[in-house]
C-alpha cells in the first residue's frame, strides 16, 4: 500500500514538472526610452512584476509562459527607434506583440509600420493625439490616454478661474506642438489670450522670458519634458516669477520628484530653490493616468490599488532597480496586462478556429507559438482580439475605440503641496468632463477656491484691464465753473440789452445783432462743457464728439459773422463815399441776411461732413501713448486707451471749415485795417469790434491747432480748446457790452457822443472822407 503510494506521488510530480516544461514561450518586443528628453526606465520594473503575476496565474495564457526580448533604448528618437525596431524584427526570436516605443516622437514612425509584420503594437508612454488616426496606424494601441483634450481641459481651468490671459512655452518637439495646436484651438472657442513660444530643446530661454511683457503674463503653461521645465522653472525663480502672484502649470503626468534627478547636481537649482517654485504649481492629467482611488476595488489582476502601489514601492526598494525613474506604473501594469488578456483571448479563438472578420486572408490558424510576421489571418485574429478587450484594470477599465485608444475624457486638475521641509504632495482638486457641447468642471469633495488659493481667491492673471483715459479732473472742474460764470454773463448781457435796448447808445450797435452774439456765446461757453470732459463710454462719447462741434460752429459762426457784418458795413459807409445813386444807409435786415448766409455755409460743410458715413464723426479707440499703461494701487495693470473723435475722413472736411473761418479772418482783418483811421464817437463800437477781430485771429490759431495736432495728448486738448472757447465767448460779450455798461453809466443820455452831427462831419474831415447820403443816414438811425 504504501509502495503505491510512494509510485502514485512520484508519477504526479513527473506529471507537474512535464506540465510546467511543456508550457511554450511567446515574447514580445520591448522598447522603451532610457535616454534622452524624457526617461522611463522605471517601466521595466513593472513590467517584471506585471509578468511574474500573469504566469503565476492558471487562467490566462495557462499554457505559456509570457516574457520580453532584450530591452532596447529609442532614446526618444524618431530614426533611433526605427533602427531598433529593425532589430527586434531582424532577430533569432519572433516576438508576438511590441510593448513600445517610449515618447510620442519614438513610436510615431513605429507604428506607422508594425502592422506590416502582422503584430500589435501598444505603448505604454505615448499620449499624443495623432496616434488616433487609424488610416496611418493599423495595429496601434496604447493604455495611455491620449492628450487630444489637454487642450481643452486648460481652457476650461482658465474660464473657471477667470483668466483671460496665458503664457506658454512648448518643447520643440512633435508631442508638444500637437499639444500646442489643441490648446491654440481652445483658446480661440473660448476668445482667451495666447502668448505662445516654441524653444528648441537645449535652446536659449530668453524668448520667452525676455519679451517686453513677460511680468503682465502672470499664468503660465510649460507644454514639454521635465528636463526641460526644469530648466524653465529655475529661470523663473531667479526672475522672481514665482510664488502666490504666479501660477504655473505643468503635464502631471511627470514622476514624483521628477526634477530630483537634475536638481541634485546643480548648485544653483537645488532641491531646496525647486520646492519653493514647486509649491502651488498646478496641472492637468487624463484620469486614466494613475490608479484607481478606490482602493477597495478589486481589479482584474486581482490587486486592489493600494495592493499596487504597495508592491511597486517594495519592487523599486529592489537594488537592481535603484536607478529606475518611476512614471506611469499604472498604466505600464495594464499595458502588459492587455498583452497578456488579448493573447490569451487569440489562443481561444484559435482553438475553437474562429477566425470571424478574417475570413480569405493568407495565412492559418496555428498556435500563437508558430506566428510568424507572414501569417496575416493569424495577425487579424490577434488585431480583433486586442479589439475586443473590456477589463478592470489598475487605472479603470480598459477597453479600446475603433482608433486603438481608451475612450477618457475626464481631465484631472491636480497641485502640487508642500507637506513638509523636503516634500511635496500631488493633489487631485477638481477635474473636467469633456463633451461636444459643453465642458463640465466641479471640484472634488472638500476642494474649493480657499484650500486652492491664498485667500481663496485666484491669482490675477496680468491681463491688463481697459481704461479710457478721462481728462484731467481739474481740467474738467476749472473750466466747467468759468463756463458757468460765463453762462451768467451772458444771461446778464441779454436783460441789459432788452432793458436799455431803447437807450441811444445801445441802439445805435443794432440790439437785434447783439442778441445773435448772445447766442452765439451762449453755445461757445456750452462747448466748453463737452470739450473738457471725456465720457468713458464709446456710444456717450461720440455724442459728444457731434454735439460738441455743432455748438462749437454755430456759435462761433453767430458771433463772428454778426462782428464781419458790422466791420463790413462800416468799410462800405467810409469806402464807397460816391455811390451812384442816392443811399439811404445799410439796415440791419440786410445784415442779419448776411449773418445768415455766412452760418449756413459752415454748417452746410458740417453737414455733408458728417453725413457721408467714412467721414462721420466717431469715437474711436486709440492708445494713449502719454500713459499707456499704469499699475493700480491693487497690483492690477491698466491699459490705457482715449476716446478720439476724429475719423480718417473727417480731417478733410473739418480742414475745409476751419479754411472757411480763416478766409472770413483774412477779410475782417482786411475791413478792419482800411477803417483803422476812422474815429467817430458815435460809432462807439468801431475799434472793440476792431480789437475782437485781432485777438480772434490769435485764438482761431490757438483752436486749430488743438484741434488738428494735439487730439491725441488729450488733457492738452482739452486745455488749450476749452480756454480758446472761453476767451473768444468772453471776448465777444466783453468788447461789445461792457463798453456800453460803462459808457452808460457815466452818461446815461449820450450827450457827449449825440450832441450833433458835426462830430462826423469832422472826424470824415479829418480822415479826408467827403460826408455822404449813406454816412449822414448811418448817423441819423440814432
Known amino acids: 500500500m504504501k509502495l503505491l503510494c510512494v509510485l502514485f506521488s512520484f508519477f504526479l510530480f513527473v506529471s507537474l514538472v512535464a506540465g510546467i516544461h511543456n508550457k511554450s514561450s511567446l515574447t514580445f518586443g520591448f522598447i522603451t526610452t532610457l535616454t534622452g528628453p524624457v526617461v522611463v526606465s522605471g517601466a521595466i520594473p513593472v513590467v517584471d512584476l506585471t509578468l511574474k503575476l500573469i504566469n503565476d496565474r492558471k487562467d490566462v495564457l495557462n499554457n505559456y509562459t509570457l516574457g520580453y526580448s532584450p530591452i532596447l533604448d529609442s532614446k526618444c528618437d524618431r530614426t533611433t527607434s526605427l533602427d531598433q525596431f529593425f532589430n527586434v524584427i531582424n532577430s533569432d526570436t519572433t516576438i508576438i506583440a511590441l510593448l513600445g516605443c517610449g515618447c510620442s516622437t519614438a513610436t510615431i514612425p513605429v507604428a506607422e509600420i508594425s502592422h506590416y509584420w502582422n503584430i500589435p503594437h501598444i505603448a505604454f508612454a505615448a499620449s499624443t493625439h495623432i496616434l488616433n488616426d487609424r488610416s496611418r496606424f493599423r495595429n496601434f494601441y496604447r493604455a495611455l490616454i491620449s492628450n487630444v483634450y489637454f487642450g481643452e481641459a486648460v481652457a476650461e481651468l482658465m474660464v473657471q478661474f477667470g483668466w483671460k490671459q496665458m503664457g506658454l512655452i512648448t518643447q520643440d518637439e512633435a508631442l508638444f506642438q500637437n499639444v500646442l495646436v489643441g490648446i491654440i484651438s481652445a ?32 499664468i503660465n503653461k510649460i507644454n514639454a519634458y521635465p528636463s526641460f521645465s526644469y530648466q524653465v522653472l529655475c529661470e523663473a525663480y531667479y526672475r522672481g516669477m514665482y510664488g502666490s502672484k504666479y501660477v504655473w502649470i505643468l503635464p502631471m503626468w511627470y514622476g514624483p520628484d521628477w526634477w530630483k534627478t537634475v536638481s541634485s547636481k546643480n548648485c544653483s537649482c537645488t532641491d531646496d530653490v525647486m520646492l519653493q517654485v514647486i509649491n502651488g504649481i498646478i496641472g492637468v492629467v487624463p484620469e486614466g493616468y494613475f490608479p484607481l482611488e478606490n482602493e477597495s476595488i478589486i481589479t482584474y489582476s486581482g490587486l486592489t490599488s493600494k495592493m499596487f502601489r504597495d508592491k511597486i514601492d517594495w519592487i523599486f526598494q529592489d537594488p537592481k532597480y535603484q536607478n529606475y525613474s518611476e512614471i506611469v506604473p499604472g498604466t505600464v501594469f495594464d499595458t502588459v496586462w492587455t498583452i497578456a488578456i488579448g493573447l490569451d483571448v487569440a489562443s481561444k479563438k484559435i482553438l475553437i478556429k474562429n477566425e470571424t472578420g478574417c475570413e480569405g486572408l493568407p ?90 488659493w491664498i485667500g481663496g481667491v485666484p491669482p490675477y492673471d496680468g491681463y491688463p484691464m481697459n481704461k479710457i483715459h478721462q481728462n484731467n479732473i481739474v481740467i474738467v472742474i476749472i473750466y466747467n465753473i468759468l463756463a458757468g460764470c460765463g453762462l451768467i ?55 459728444f464728439c457731434n454735439v460738441r462741434l455743432w455748438l462749437f460752429s454755430l456759435g ?227
Request: charged content about 15%.
Open 187 to 218: 483658446f480661440e472657442k473660448q476668445g482667451l489670450v495666447l502668448d505662445g513660444y516654441i524653444i528648441k530643446t537645449g535652446g536659449s530661454l530668453n524668448p520667452f522670458f525676455a519679451r517686453k511683457d513677460a511680468m503682465n503674463f502672470r
Open 363 to 452: 495565412g492559418e490558424l496555428v498556435p500563437l507559438e508558430h506566428f510568424q510576421y507572414t501569417n496575416m489571418k493569424l495577425g487579424c485574429v490577434i488585431k480583433q482580439s486586442f479589439s475586443e478587450l473590456n477589463f478592470l484594470g489598475i487605472t479603470g477599465e480598459i477597453t479600446y475605440s475603433l482608433n486603438g485608444s481608451r475612450p477618457y475624457n475626464i481631465i484631472l486638475y491636480q497641485q502640487y503641496r508642500r507637506i513638509s521641509a523636503n516634500s511635496v504632495a500631488r493633489v487631485t482638486f477638481g477635474h473636467v468632463v469633456v463633451e461636444a457641447q459643453r465642458n463640465i468642471f466641479r471640484f472634488i469633495q472638500g476642494e474649493s477656491s480657499s484650500t486652492l
Open 556 to 782: 462761433y459762426n453767430l458771433c463772428f459773422s454778426v462782428i464781419l457784418a458790422r466791420t463790413w458795413r462800416v468799410y462800405y459807409i467810409f469806402n464807397n463815399p460816391k455811390p451812384k445813386k442816392k443811399s439811404t444807409g445799410i439796415k440791419d435786415w440786410i445784415l442779419i441776411l448776411m449773418v445768415l448766409c455766412i452760418v449756413a455755409i459752415d454748417m452746410t460743410i458740417i453737414t455733408i461732413g458728417t453725413t457721408i458715413p467714412l467721414s462721420r464723426m466717431s469715437a474711436t479707440f486709440t492708445n494713449d501713448t502719454i500713459h499707456p499703461q499704469t499699475v493700480t494701487d491693487d497690483g492690477l495693470i491698466q491699459k490705457n486707451f482715449l476716446l478720439l473723435c476724429h475719423t480718417k475722413n473727417s480731417f478733410y472736411w473739418l480742414s475745409i471749415s476751419f479754411c472757411y473761418k480763416a478766409f472770413l479772418q483774412i477779410c475782417a482783418i482786411f475791413m478792419a485795417f482800411h477803417t483803422r483811421n476812422v474815429d467817430v464817437k458815435v460809432l462807439n463800437e468801431s475799434k472793440e469790434i476792431a480789437a475782437i477781430i485781432y485777438i480772434n485771429s490769435i485764438i482761431l490759431v490757438l483752436i486749430a491747432v488743438a484741434e488738428l495736432a494735439l487730439e491725441s495728448n488729450h488733457d492738452a486738448y482739452a486745455a488749450l480748446f476749452g480756454l480758446g472757447l472761453l476767451i473768444e465767448a468772453t471776448l465777444f460779450l466783453g468788447f461789445i457790452f461792457i463798453p456800453k455798461i460803462f459808457f452808460l453809466y457815466f452818461d446815461p443820455q449820450g450827450t457827449k457822443i449825440f450832441n450833433h452831427k458835426t462830430t462826423i462831419v469832422a472826424a470824415l474831415s479829418q480822415a479826408k472822407i467827403e460826408p455822404t447820403n449813406a454816412i449822414l443816414s448811418y448817423a441819423g438811425t440814432v
Open 489 to 543: 454773463f451772458a444771461t446778464f448781457c441779454f436783460t441789459f440789452n432788452i432793458v436799455c435796448g431803447n437807450k441811444k447808445l445801445v441802439k445805435l450797435s443794432s440790439p437785434r445783432l447783439n442778441y445773435i452774439i448772445i447766442f452765439g456765446s451762449v453755445f461757445l461757453y456750452l462747448s466748453v462743457f463737452f470739450y473738457s470732459y471725456t465720457a468713458d463710454m464709446q456710444r456717450m462719447q461720440t455724442a
